[in-house]
């Protein structure tokens, strides 16, 4: 067993801000949609939290934008070209979640420096951070105006088939939050990646990888 430098301080921090915006963002808009139902806040504090927190997380985004295109992190996100090579290394993920694990097998992911992402997650992340958040993020500026983007909302079918967008995201990310929590709690201890990204250091197992030093 070696540490790993994985995480760099900027990834770190945006991680951290995401995650605090994120969860802040499901209960104001759990508050905002189920108004009457719940009442943890007013409707109107809700709606201006729900507002500021989102404008902070889109100024998030190009944080971590900003980073991987300018630096050689960019890496980490490099998709797998082989489409039969993605499909294999994706199964042999899938049958180590499934039973795998359950029996003590090996990961058959290695994590190093430029491939911290086993097949699921690269395939995941890719989908989420390139299509599906900058999605839910220009929903939401729409919804936040609707006035003023009355011409693009009218273009996308209306207040209700934007709103339809927006609140199908906003369940699918309330999901993928519980599923990254637990993915989170499987390394060699409950806490292991959790505090690899409080520090930037993960321990792997194996000797030190060649990228490691990078």
Request: proline share 5%; charged share 15%.
């Amino acid at each position: 067993m070696h540490k790993l430098y994985i995480h760099p301080l900027p990834v770190r921090l945006w991680h951290w801000i995401n995650a605090i915006g994120f969860v802040l963002l499901i209960v104001t808009g759990v508050q905002i949609r189920y108004v009457g139902l719940i009442d943890i806040m007013s409707f109107r504090t809700a709606v201006v939290w729900h507002n500021w927190i989102g404008f902070a997380m889109i100024a998030n985004f190009f944080v971590w934008l900003l980073f991987y295109l300018f630096s050689d992190k960019i890496k980490v996100y490099h998709p797998e070209l082989s489409p039969m090579t993605s499909f294999r290394a994706t199964m042999r993920q899938m049958q180590f979640y499934g039973y795998g694990i359950f029996r003590g097998d090996p990961n058959p992911h290695q994590v190093s420096a430029y491939r911290k992402f086993n097949p699921m997650q690269s395939m995941m992340y890719q989908i989420i951070m390139v299509l599906l958040v900058p999605i839910q993020f220009y929903t939401g500026i729409l919804l936040w105006d609707v006035g003023r983007f009355s011409g693009m909302v009218e273009m996308l079918g209306g207040v209700r088939v934007v709103d339809t967008i927006h609140v199908l995201l906003f369940i699918f990310f309330s999901g993928f939050l519980i599923v990254h929590i637990y993915l989170g709690s499987l390394g060699h201890t409950p806490a292991a990646h959790f505090e690899a990204m409080i520090t930037g250091y993960e321990e792997v197992e194996g000797e030190p990888e060649k990228d490691a030093a990078a």
